[in-house]
């Protein structure tokens, strides 16, 4: 991947950021702690995507541009703390562990399709290791991590009050 689809897919992530933002009514804390958890992601992550090239698991072809791909990174999963923020927010724990066990199931599969359409971008090591190492990576630091990270900033989700609507 050349630098300038990683730049426009990251514009069209922080584009669904400031959607999600108005649609889940999210506070100016809030976002932060949704930002600031993208960037504790996002560094975790990349340090994760070197360990696993390291190991042999995969090779990442945009390590070449880490701060680009830390960009990108922060910035694609910001939203889901807006979302999971919302979740704790009406399900408590049990809807922040269906919502993890979900994006673990989903979260490798979809970057194994999104390998397998663009070999230049990633390539998965065959065996069962890369597998398990990337939905890992999906439940327990994407969202757990991420979301902790946003809670620390943001405060516990049942005492946010949420944003006025305008031109309600």
């Known amino acids: ?9 990251t514009a069209g992530y922080a584009l ?29 992550c990349l340090g994760l995507l070197v360990l696993g090239e390291a190991l042999g698991w995969w090779r990442i072809a945009l390590l070449s541009t880490p701060f680009l791909l ?5 910035i694609s999963v910001s939203p889901i703390y807006l979302v999971t923020w919302r ?6 724990w049990r809807g922040l562990t269906l919502f993890t066990a979900v994006v673990t199931i989903i979260g490798a599969p979809r970057d194994y399709f999104i390998a397998s359409k663009f070999p230049q971008w990633m ?44 031109g309600v």
């Open 70 to 74: 830390f960009l990108g990174l922060a």
């Open 123 to 166: 390539v998965f090591s065959p065996g069962i290791v890369p597998i398990i190492a990337d939905a890992v990576t999906y439940g327990a630091v994407i969202v757990l991590l991420g979301h902790a990270v946003m809670r620390l900033i943001s405060g516990p989700a049942r005492e946010d009050r949420l944003a006025e609507q305008r």
């Open 16 to 44: 669904v950021f400031v959607v999600v933002a108005y649609l889940t009514r999210a506070t100016s804390r809030r976002v932060a702690g949704a930002v600031a958890g993208g960037a504790a992601v996002g560094l975790v």
């Open 1 to 9: 991947m050349t630098t300038l689809p990683l730049i426009l897919i």
């Open 87 to 92: 979740i704790v927010r009406r399900f408590g």
